[in-house]
Nanobody, 121 residues
Framework: QVQLVESGGGLVQPGGSLRLSCTIS????????MGWYRQAPGKQRELVAS???????NYADSVKGRFTISRDNAKNTVYLQMNSLKPEDTAVYYC???????????????WGQGTQVTVSS
């Protein structure tokens, strides 16, 4: 079984920063693209940022210049550094990864359980 465990969410004032982490564990053979999504109340889940196995990144227009996604392949971990946070960034943030695993065998898309980020004064 493959598991994604997120951490780093919380309450922060507008203009503040948070760093989210997501560590993947289990019978991992390799990890393809990794990403962060978010879902605010009453809204659809949306892509925030993604990073390929080769390190190429992609960002939603709303977070460009404020958020940075990175990965540590040795630790099977993806990070999301969030700066200059705004109230509209408030949402549950989910980690996502394409993982080649041995149990079950094959390439599958996995999700974390989500971590709450609240930006409020």
């Amino acid at each position: 079984q493959v598991q994604l465990v997120e951490s780093g969410g919380g309450l922060v004032q507008p203009g503040g920063s948070l760093r989210l982490s997501c560590t993947i564990s289990g019978s991992i053979l390799s990890i393809n693209a990794m990403g962060w999504y978010r879902q605010a109340p009453g809204k659809q889940r949306e892509l925030v940022a993604s990073i390929t196995g080769g390190g190429s990144t992609n960002y939603a227009d709303s977070v460009k210049g404020r958020f940075t996604i990175s990965r540590d392949n040795a630790k099977n971990t993806v990070y999301l550094q969030m700066n200059s946070l705004k109230p509209e960034d408030t949402a549950v943030y989910y980690c996502n990864a394409g993982v080649w695993s041995a149990q079950p065998l094959g390439l599958m898309n996995y999700w974390g359980q989500g971590t709450q980020v609240t930006v409020s004064s």
